[in-house]
Nanobody
């Protein structure tokens, strides 16, 4: 059974850090491009970052560049999103997703999704 499971979310103060994990089972994660999306209440799901399976090139939403870092550990079949200098506007449910061909901005293009993990940035 194909699964993606996110973890690591929580409540953090502005300026704080969190590391999200996305563990895959039922398929080999390194054969896919892996994206992180987020969805805040009343807003559309938006792409935050994506890592290419070909050369590990990573892409970031402009508003998170310099603060978020996506990495993968193929031996653990896991992808991470390190989030630093968090801001209240980063509050959302964060999802990881796998896409076979190329990183994409459209959520509907992704093949597999996790259930999401809540990130709340508040004092």
């Amino acid at each position: 059974q194909v699964r993606l499971v996110e973890s690591g979310g929580g409540l953090v103060q502005p300026g704080g850090s969190l590391r999200l994990s996305c563990a895959a089972s039922g398929f080999t994660l390194e054969y896919y491009n892996i994206g992180w999306f987020r969805q805040a209440p009343g807003k559309e799901r938006e792409g935050v970052s994506c890592v290419s399976k070909l050369d590990d090139t990573t892409y970031y939403l402009d508003s998170v560049k310099g603060r978020f870092t996506l990495s993968r550990d193929n031996a653990k079949n896991t992808v991470y999103l390190q989030m630093n200098s968090l801001k209240p506007e980063d509050t959302a449910v964060y999802y990881c997703a796998a896409i076979f061909w190329n990183c994409a901005q459209t959520p509907g293009d992704y093949n597999y999704w996790g259930q999401g993990t809540q990130v709340t940035v508040s004092s």
